[in-house]
């Protein structure tokens, strides 16, 4: 259950097949929010799974992801998908997404993830904060005359009924335009819906990367905001890879069950988690008082990589 302000939400990560685990170790209707990114079927370079399976048998395999993870949700849960972009197969993640719709989900918000983005100063005008042009973000480049690159990825938010409630101003912005703030809602909070454009980027390293499609720990924590923190009482990610679920989940004082099969990346997901719960135990008590630890005080997410193929792609 949510933990608010006592002490760590227990973690539980498998070495284990998904669809096995949550077969033998979930009940039906049980978890609150899935946050989870299946591989792509792109060619990547994992430990233990072959990326490249026959589009078809990939697709009956997603079908099986589907039925599990149905299964599993609770009725007024929500289910969020990210799949990223592929530039010489754009249909790709919309075919995989529909496998979903298929399985009886109901996409109720199509998110874009973006992870870069320039913004010239003579498009917004006269903004305070903005002295000049600002390119912001990190992806890898695809080398190709005829594609260019991808910023974004998406994230489905599927839910059983499409009738799911959320809590918009837990990842709300806040008013640009304060004489907006008492327009809107007498006396409440300085703080709007964000909408279906989330930009977070990656943290630069230059440490050799040990997973090659990781997401940042924030977009499993702004997903589960959105959800609502205080109804969420167990979150489940099918393919835990290094633990960035796991971690957000920590911080959100959640509690969290995932699996991975590569036994590395199980490890790597315990190690990093081992981590940030010493900062934030360092932290919180020198700031007694706090409920979530700043991003600027936890480890840095050294684990952060890219999606794009840099493929010769023409
Ligand atoms: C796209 S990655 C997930 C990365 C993760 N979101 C992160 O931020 O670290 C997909 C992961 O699924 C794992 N995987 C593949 N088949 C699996 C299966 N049948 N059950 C559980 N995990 C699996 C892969 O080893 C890989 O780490």
Request: proline content about 7%; overall charge positive.
């Amino acid at each position: 259950m949510a933990r608010g302000m006592k002490g760590p939400a227990p973690a539980r990560i498998y070495n284990e097949d998904c669809i096995q685990g949550m077969r033998s170790r979930l009940g039906e209707n049980l978890v609150s929010v899935i946050v989870t990114s299946p591989p792509y079927n792109i060619g990547k370079g994992y430990r233990s799974y072959d990326d490249s399976k026959q589009p078809g048998a990939f697709l009956e395999w997603m079908d099986q992801v589907a039925a599990a993870c149905h299964r599993v949700l609770e009725p007024k849960g929500s289910f969020f998908l990210n799949l990223g972009n592929k530039p010489s197969d754009p249909w790709w993640p919309l075919q995989v997404a529909a496998r979903f719709r298929d399985g009886g989900f109901v996409l109720q918000n199509t998110i874009v993830w973006v992870k870069s983005i320039a913004i010239s100063r003579e498009e917004v005008g006269n903004h305070p904060g903005l002295v000049g042009d600002i390119a912001v973000g990190h992806y890898k480049p695809v080398n190709s005359r005829r594609y260019v690159n991808g910023l974004s990825e998406y994230v489905f938010h599927f839910t059983k009924g499409g009738d799911v409630e959320l809590d918009k101003l837990g990842v709300g912005v806040p008013y640009q335009d304060k004489s907006n703030v008492s327009r809107w809602k007498a006396g409440g909070p300085d703080l709007r819906d964000r909408g279906n454009v989330w930009f977070i980027p990656y943290d630069t390293i230059r440490e050799s990367r040990p997973h090659p499609c990781v997401f940042p720990v924030k977009l499993p924590e702004m997903a589960i905001r959105l959800h609502g923190v205080s109804k969420t009482k167990l979150v489940l990610d099918p393919f835990l890879g290094t633990g960035s679920t796991a971690l957000a989940c920590d911080r959100l004082r959640v509690d969290f069950v995932g699996f991975e099969i590569d036994p590395e990346y199980v490890r790597l997901s315990e190690e990093s988690l081992r981590a940030q719960r010493e900062t934030a135990a360092e932290y919180r008590s020198a700031h007694p008082e706090t409920k979530y630890i700043p991003w600027d005080r936890l480890p840095r997410d050294v684990r952060g990589s890219c999606r794009e193929s840099t493929a010769t792609l023409d």
